[in-house]
């Protein structure tokens, strides 16, 4: 259990839905062979980010090396198809998970791909050879350059997202409960 005064309101379990815990895992366990025309230099081929929005909401990110950016939340709705709109998310997005695989490492392969339960951020980065695992603080004064430069990428996608929500609801495209919470 962390000590942590910051961390003590996400000590419990988030709760989520059953639609989320569905769409998430869809996203943990897509497979490779759908993006073997667009992994060119490496065998990561998408990242998925849980990330503690608040000690109730959980937002999921899943992002792929296609340029598909999908937003998932712990009450069930999501925010998806963007991707098909936006070129500036295809294009954050397949930098984001490009550079993900400078973060891959044997130690950091996992089995298991469960939820945050803390304020740290999951982030998945799915390969030919299995999940790895990083795990990231939301801090900015209490992070490592590597989760900076990481987290700074992801952010970035996320901007893209709001942005795409943004341009959708005022064209009048309203996919159900497509709220993104602020990145901030």
Known sequence: MATNNNNQVFMKRVPVSKPFLLTRNQALRLSPSNFTQFMKESTVYGVVVDMPMSPTVITTMACYINGAANLYFSGGGDYSGAAQRYPALV??????????????????????????????HYAYILTTDGPHRLVLNPIAGQQTPEERAFMSMYQRVMGELRIAQMKDETAGIRPSNAIVPNAE
């Open 91 to 120: 294009q954050a997005t397949r930098i984001f998970v490009n550079n993900a695989a400078r973060f891959v490492t044997p130690e950091n392969k996992v089995a298991s791909l469960e939820l945050p339960n803390n304020r740290c």
